[in-house]
T-cell receptor, first 112, second 111 residues
Framework: DADVTQTPRNRITKTGKRIMLECSQT?????MYWYRQDPGLGLRLIYY???????NKGEISDGYSVSRQAQAKFSLSLESAIPNQTALYFC???????????FGPGTRLTVL | SQQGEEDPQALSIQEGENATMNCSYK?????LQWYRQNSGRGLVHLIL?????REKHSGRLRVTLDTSKKSSSLLITASRAADTASYFC???????????FGKGTKLTVNP
């Protein structure tokens, strides 16, 4: 089984809708991250969390919110989706001992 | 703003050749990492090099780091078609808990 899972894997929605992307991990890591990737660009950090009570904004947090329901779960919400939020979204965890990040398979979101 | 910038943006080579990708960054770092992404999939960690290291090897991968020039290179030797992917460098910004990724180099290895 995958260590970092994301649901849904694909989602098409309309402008103005509320969307939640979910991430779960079995690696036992405290650190979790949400990134978005646009064609031809690298990953940009949206939010990150060190534990359930520690949530931090990343580079591009406007228009997004997150919830850390448990150590293993970190959700990303788009309160009112807009077309320029069409992108590939990745969740990741981090092992602080080796600084390596472990990525989920991604969610492809299309906002019409 | 993104810290890492890879060069070239795209690279096409024949199987068996070596592939070299470069990364430049702007601020001091504790370490620099390279990740691989197969089309549309999640990134996979390849190798980490610390700021006090100059070269590191892992299988067919060789990474160099020049902190005076704020640059790193990733060499893949004896490339295979399965190496076709995008490769990203990521830096930690000098101790931050966050990674900053470059835009990546898209490598195509032709059989």
């Amino acid at each position: 089984d995958a260590d970092v899972t994301q649901t849904p894997r694909n989602r098409i929605t309309k402008t103005g809708k509320r969307i939640m992307l979910e991430c779960s991990q079995t690696k036992g890591h405290d650190r979790m991250y949400w990134y978005r990737q646009d064609p031809g660009l690298g990953l940009r950090l949206i939010y990150y969390s060190f534990d359930v009570k520690d949530i931090n904004k990343g580079e591009i947090s406007d228009g997004y919110s997150v919830s850390r329901q448990a150590q293993a779960k970190f959700s990303l919400s788009l309160e009112s989706a807009i077309p320029n939020q069409t992108a590939l979204y990745f969740c990741a965890t981090r092992d602080p001992k080796v600084n390596e990040q472990f990525f989920g398979p991604g969610t492809r979101l299309t906002v019409l | 703003s993104q810290q890492g910038e890879e060069d070239p943006q795209a690279l096409s080579i024949q199987e068996g050749e070596n592939a070299t990708m470069n990364c430049s960054y702007k601020t001091s770092i504790n370490n620099l990492q390279w990740y691989r992404q197969n089309s549309g999939r999640g990134l996979v960690h390849l190798i980490l090099i610390r700021s006090n290291e100059r070269e590191k090897h892992s299988g067919r991968l060789r990474v160099t780091l020049d902190t005076s020039k704020k640059s790193s290179s990733l060499l893949i030797t004896a490339s295979r078609a399965a190496d076709t992917a995008s490769y990203f460098c990521a830096t930690d910004g000098g101790g931050s808990e966050k990674l900053v990724f470059g835009k990546g180099t898209k490598l195509t290895v032709n059989p």
